[in-house]
């Protein structure tokens, strides 16, 4: 796998992958960014949610629960210190279905975390990842 990182101007960057895709990425106004696009520490949140994500809807489905919904709050404390790290994330799952099993939604959480993320399990070697969920009907 790889990418690229362009910088534009300022503090603004364009990162490229390999499967062409492009973001913006960009540093807070505080320190000359112009807020064009998300910051790099956001960036790898959000990799942690979708990667985790993915794999709870594919086991969901493989379950066959009838998913019609998954979204992942995340919410995260970083170190007051440079290199201000993440020390504690936490992922909140709200799944949407009808009739879904709770604990085929903790099973499918528990196996992203434990085994098929990536992300997840290349985080949690320094940051304290913690998982809980909700089931809503519909």
């Known amino acids: 796998m790889k990418a690229r990182i362009k910088w534009l101007d300022g503090i603004s960057f364009?990162?490229?992958?390999?499967?062409?895709?492009?973001?913006?990425?960009?540093?807070?106004?505080d320190i000359g960014g112009k807020n064009l696009g998300p910051r790099p520490m956001e960036l790898i949140l959000l990799g942690l949610g979708g990667c985790s994500s993915i794999d709870v809807i594919l086991?969901?489905?493989?379950?066959?629960?009838q998913v019609a919904d998954c979204v992942v709050e995340i919410d995260s404390t970083r170190a007051s210190e440079?290199?201000?790290v993440f020390t504690d994330?936490?992922?909140?799952?709200?799944?949407?279905?009808?009739?879904?099993?709770?604990?085929?939604?903790?099973?499918?959480i528990n196996l992203s975390a434990e085994k098929y993320c990536s992300a997840s399990i290349m985080l949690r070697s320094t940051v304290n990842i913690t998982h809980d969920f909700e089931i809503i009907e519909g």
């Open 14 to 29: 364009r990162g490229e992958t390999e499967s062409g895709h492009s973001v913006s990425i960009d540093g807070a106004p």
């Open 82 to 84: 440079d290199p201000k």
């Open 59 to 65: 086991i969901l489905q493989k379950s066959r629960q």
């Open 89 to 108: 994330i936490h992922l909140h799952f709200i799944v949407t279905g009808k009739n879904l099993n709770p604990q085929q939604v903790e099973r499918a």
